[in-house]
């Protein structure tokens, strides 16, 4: 028999938009990098552009959500002084992960500039870097995942 863990009813809406957070900041940078290995192989400017708005609209918006979620609730169930080996891999997957997440915003944002202008993007190595970073970063949250659905010690 399985007993479900208790927790206050408090801590349910904050929980509630750190996983949603963190599933849309997945999901976005999944449809990121489809749309930046299209505009890879093709040379397809819209998708050069529709990969820099799904950066800037998507996943920094949805990261922003997970990550005051997190803290929300570490304060809730005070960790903060005592962090537990799986909160603290997916602070240092977050924290990490908002670097790369700033760099792949403005490598995005240069890419769908010059595809505004009109400049060929067809196997730019700066759309090679972006798909790079992207695939790094989504790497990183499955470990982030992983660490916060099994609870390692």
Same mark, same amino acid.
């Given at each position: 028999?399985?007993?479900?863990?208790? !927790?206050?009813?408090?801590?349910?809406?904050?929980?509630?938009?750190?996983?949603?957070?963190?599933?849309?900041?997945?999901?976005?940078?999944?449809?990121? $990098?489809?749309?930046? &290995?299209?505009?890879?192989?093709?040379?397809?400017?819209?998708?050069?552009?529709?990969?820099? !708005?799904?950066?800037?609209?998507?996943?920094?918006?949805?990261?922003?959500?997970?990550?005051? #979620?997190?803290?929300?609730?570490?304060? &809730?169930?005070? $960790?903060?002084?005592?962090?537990?080996?799986?909160?603290?891999?997916?602070?240092?997957?977050?924290?990490?992960?908002? $670097?790369?997440?700033?760099?792949?915003?403005?490598?995005?944002?240069?890419?769908? !500039?010059?595809?505004? &202008?009109?400049?060929?993007?067809?196997?730019?190595?700066?759309? !090679?870097?972006?798909?790079?970073?992207?695939?790094?970063?989504? #790497?990183?949250?499955?470990?982030?995942?992983? #660490?916060?659905?099994?609870?390692?010690?």
């Amino acid at each position: 028999m399985l007993i479900a863990a208790i !927790r206050p009813g408090d801590w349910n809406l904050p929980l509630f938009f750190h996983v949603a957070g963190a599933m849309a900041l997945v999901a976005s940078l999944v449809v990121a $990098l489809y749309a930046i &290995k299209i505009a890879r192989e093709r040379g397809h400017q819209p998708a050069a552009q529709f990969a820099a !708005r799904v950066v800037l609209l998507g996943t920094l918006p949805s990261y922003l959500v997970m990550r005051i #979620a997190a803290q929300i609730v570490l304060d &809730k169930e005070h $960790l903060d002084k005592n962090t537990p080996n799986w909160a603290g891999i997916g602070f240092a997957v977050s924290d990490f992960g908002f $670097l790369l997440l700033l760099a792949l915003l403005i490598l995005t944002g240069l890419i769908a !500039r010059r595809a505004k &202008k009109g400049i060929a993007v067809t196997g730019a190595t700066q759309l !090679r870097v972006a798909g790079v970073l992207t695939g790094i970063l989504l #790497a990183a949250y499955v470990v982030a995942i992983w #660490a916060m659905t099994t609870k390692p010690t």
